[in-house]
């Protein structure tokens, strides 16, 4: 087996926010490199860095908005989100819990900060990723999978040096918590200082990482500061992380779909027709209704 | 400046010696969301073409409620013609809903073009009369059409807008309070949704 390489390390762009409760660096999909064929299946990477929202008795979040074509995923680190869509599902997903939502045909939702936290104001910090869905289950049925983090398949580093959630996809046989319709590897790399995991995936997936606590050096010849993130290049299987400092990273590899996709705003189709069809259904009204 | 300059040679079939004595003469700004491009009591001293982003043409009433009279996204043109035209102080104010480029086309602009392009004078003609149109049918869905009626009037002729501006600004465009609005979405989504 050969070593990945990195091809880029990316510094976080300047925040903006998204309704009023998310303040993210934008990752994926931007320019040189990140766009969304090179990323494919991660389509979108938006990261909120630790930031403090003070108390408020009205919720701060985004109001109901559709997707169609693609899952969202909202991995929390700190702070709570209330989740409410079309389809009847809601929950609420806390510190190392998952939210999974397949859009697919179409589903309205809103994504507000829990009732309590929003009371309390405090830290938050989260990334929501989108991942996009082959053609064939583009139309399928929305779908919706809150984890919670007991419910997350755990790999124990030796030397209690950390552990290796898997949220999606198999990390020494151990196998993820979501189900997904294309073979997507995501986990989260809790790390003590000096702690060393590898990692090996096909060379022709697109993988990355992103340093969301802490430092890491990669395979012990760079290293990347916090809130930086790491496009591997499509060669070689395997990279090791260490931790220079008590670190969490966040481990993405997906199997490109290798589809043409055809973008905008909340939807991601694979053609413009699809897309016009995605805003006359929405327009009409064919995503269902839910309460602001 | 990609759209104005297809819009020109596509819709008003400029001629390429035309083009290049006129490209010069038009301007381009980057205005950020939220900047005024023309605030109540100026003179409109240009037509705004909407190269990039969104803008939105709108009164303020005695109460300091909003009413929106046009949105321009990608192509369109948003101005005050008759504060361009009788050269009077225009009641409406024109901002953006998003970053913005916008092509600054001066009355200067309109009637050098109109001199040295046929084709151009003819397309103005057109521009005019089809802005009448649109203003005439504007005046008779407020005051005859229901709340529905003058919502899918409003997809048809802005289909990706309900995407780009908050609810309150279609409401206020379509002359119908947000809570008729929603009621409007609810009722269609009740008759169209096929939940699988």
């Not at chain 2, 948003?78 to 035209?85: H, K, L």
Request: contains cysteine; hydrophobic residues 35%; glycine residues 6%.
């Amino acid at each position: 087996m050969r070593t990945k390489h990195i091809e880029i390390v990316v510094a976080p762009k300047d925040p903006h926010y998204v309704g009023d409760g998310f303040r993210v660096h934008n990752f994926i999909p931007s320019g040189y490199r990140l766009d969304m064929e090179r990323m494919d299946p991660f389509i979108l990477l938006d990261y909120n860095s630790p930031f403090y929202f003070p108390p408020t008795d009205k919720p701060r979040g985004v109001s109901v908005h559709p997707h169609r074509g693609f899952e969202t995923v909202t991995i929390a680190y700190q702070g709570k989100v209330a989740h409410h869509d079309s389809s009847g599902n809601s929950g609420v997903i806390g510190v190392g819990d998952v939210q999974w939502m397949t859009a697919a045909s179409g589903i309205l939702h809103k994504e507000y900060h829990e009732e309590k936290f929003s009371k309390e104001g405090g830290y938050f910090q989260m990334a929501q990723l989108w991942v996009n869905l082959p053609a064939k289950y583009k139309m399928s049925d929305p779908k919706y999978q809150g984890i919670t983090n007991s419910q997350i398949n755990k790999y124990q580093l030796a030397g209690d040096k950390g552990v290796i959630e898997i949220i999606a996809g198999n990390y020494k046989n151990v196998e993820g918590a979501a189900s997904t319709f294309s073979p997507v590897n995501m986990f989260n790399a809790r790390l003590e200082e000096g702690g060393k995991a590898e990692f090996t995936f096909p060379s022709t997936y697109n993988t990355a990482l992103l340093v969301v606590d802490g430092e890491i050096n990669v395979n012990g010849t760079q290293t990347v500061a916090e809130n930086h993130f790491v496009l591997f290049e499509n060669e070689g299987e395997d990279f090791s992380i260490e931790a220079t400092k008590k670190s969490t990273v966040l481990i993405l590899s997906g199997e490109p779909l290798n589809e043409p996709i055809a973008a905008q705003g909340p939807f991601v189709m694979n053609t413009r027709k699809e897309i016009v069809q995605a805003i006359k259904d929405y327009n009409l009204g064919k995503f269902g209704y839910l309460e602001e | 400046m990609q759209n104005f300059i297809k819009y020109l040679k596509t819709k008003a079939n400029i001629a390429e010696s035309e083009f290049q004595l006129l490209i010069k003469k038009v301007e381009i700004r980057n205005i950020e969301k939220g900047q005024v491009l023309l605030g109540p009591g100026e003179i409109c001293k240009h037509s705004f073409f909407v190269e990039k982003g969104l803008l939105r043409s709108y009164t303020i009433d005695n109460s300091g409620k909003e009413h929106i009279l046009q949105f321009g996204s990608e192509n369109w043109i948003v101005s005050d013609r008759s504060s361009t035209f009788f050269n009077e102080p225009s009641d409406l104010s024109i901002d953006a809903i998003e970053d913005t480029q916008v092509v600054l086309i001066s009355s200067e602009f309109i009637n050098e073009a109109s001199e040295i392009s046929s084709s151009f004078r003819n397309y103005n003609q057109i521009a005019l009369q089809n802005h009448i149109r649109h203003q005439q049918k504007r005046i008779n869905l407020l005051l005859s059409a229901t709340a529905e009626t003058r919502y899918m009037n409003f997809i048809t002729l802005y289909p990706d807008l309900t995407l780009r501006v908050p609810q309150w600004m279609i409401a206020s465009y379509l002359g119908i309070t947000p809570e008729s609005l929603s009621r409007v979405r609810k009722e269609l989504a009740l008759k169209n949704f096929k939940p699988n």
